[in-house]
Structures are given as C-alpha cells and as structure tokens.
T-cell receptor, first 109, second 116 residues
C-alpha cells in the first residue's frame, strides 16, 4: 500500500522567512514524488517532481529515502506563495497518484 | 487550450436522486482520471479511463458509482441514488500519455456535489 502524510494542515510564516512543508510517504518500492499546488481560485497544478531535481518559483524538494520524506522548502517565502500544497506519490503503476491531505500555507506581510 | 473542463461546477441533489458529472479533457489528451475529495481529506483516486475503456476502477465504490469515457463526448461520472456521504468535490484530470511520461496530471476546477 502507498500512503502520503502531510502532518501540518496549516502553516503560517512571515514574508521573507524560510518555509518547509513536510511530506512523508510509505511505499515498499521505489517511488516518484511530486508537489502539486492550488492557488486561490485556480486549478490544482504540478509544482515540481523529484526526478527533475529542479527549482520552481524558488522551491526545492529532495527525496530522502532513508527518512521516507520529500519536504518542500523555500528560503524566503513570498506572499504569492500562499496556497494549498499537496504532496503526491506514484508507485508501481504508471497512472495512479496518491495524494496527501494538503497543507495550507499562508505567508503574512 | 481551455484546459480540462468540468460541469457542472456545483450540483445539489436530494437523497435518492442521480448525479452526473462531466469532464472534457484537454485537447490531445485521451487519458482521464477521476478523484474525489471529501471534506478535510486529500484527493482519492477513483477511476482511470481511456477512450471507451475503463483501465482501473479500483477506487470506485462498488455500488451506485459508474464512469464512462465514450468515443465521442466527455467523460461522465454517474452516481445513482445519492446519499449524504457522497457530498464532496469531484476532480477530473487528464494526461496525454497515461502518466508513463512526466507524471503530470492536468486538473479541472472540480464539481462540488451537495446532497441534501
């Protein structure tokens, strides 16, 4: 079975502060991990995938297989980062994404 | 490209009625996925379809729920004899290659079903 846990339902930081959104997963094989984001009144969209090892909008995420984590980080949060963030895992099948419950990030001015 | 289109955006039904939710995938996409989001929950996979085929319906409740993706027209998620527990947001997503490629899903804005 595959499971994604996002322990924080809400996260609030001030502009310019570092931010880390936590994601832990459970999967016996070799997973692929993703972060999806939903800005206010917009659709859910892909933010980044671990396999690309890229930084998008200043966000990075490293897959830590030892800790089974895929935390999303940004050194200096901006107000426009305020959104709902979902961590997702793709396991053995090529089409099924398992999502966490999401973390609502609020960046205060 | 208008993106994934879902309608209706909001649907209210009384217990025992039927709900039909429609999804038109992005142009060029032939793979459709339905997810359900219950209040305070994450998105849960329901069904994966390609044109005229159900590939995986392991996330669909055994009764009252069905999905189709005909050769022509949108994909339809049908819920018969709705109950209050069916109240949720239903999201449709599409992809061009069945996630075997980039792993990216393109989501619609969702259909919010309320059962009175």
């Amino acid at each position: 079975a595959q499971r994604v846990t996002q322990p924080e339902k809400l996260l609030s930081v001030f502009k310019g502060a570092p931010v880390e959104l936590k994601c832990n997963y459970s999967y016996s094989g070799s997973p692929e991990l993703f972060w999806y984001v939903q800005y206010s009144r917009q659709r859910l969209q892909l933010l980044l995938r671990h396999i690309s090892r890229e930084s998008i909008k200043g966000f990075t995420a490293d897959l830590n297989k030892g800790e089974t984590s895929f935390h999303l980080k940004k050194p200096f949060a901006q107000e426009e980062d305020s959104a709902m963030y979902y961590c997702a895992l793709r396991g053995g099948s090529n089409y099924k994404l398992t999502f966490g419950k999401g973390t609502l990030l609020t960046v205060n001015p | 490209n208008a993106g994934v289109m879902q309608n209706p955006r909001h649907l209210v039904r009384r217990r025992g009625q039927e709900a039909r939710l429609r999804c038109s995938p992005m142009k060029g996409h032939s793979h459709v996925y339905w997810y359900r989001q219950l209040p305070e929950e994450g998105l849960k996979f329901m069904v994966y379809l390609q044109k005229e085929n159900i590939i995986d319906e392991s996330g669909m409740p055994k009764e009252r729920f069905s999905a189709e993706f005909p050769k022509e027209g949108p994909s339809i998620l049908r819920i018969q004899q709705v109950v209050r527990g069916d109240s949720a947001a239903y999201f449709c997503a599409s992809s061009p290659t069945g996630l075997a490629g980039t792993g990216e899903l393109f989501f619609g804005e969702g259909s919010r079903l309320t059962v009175l």
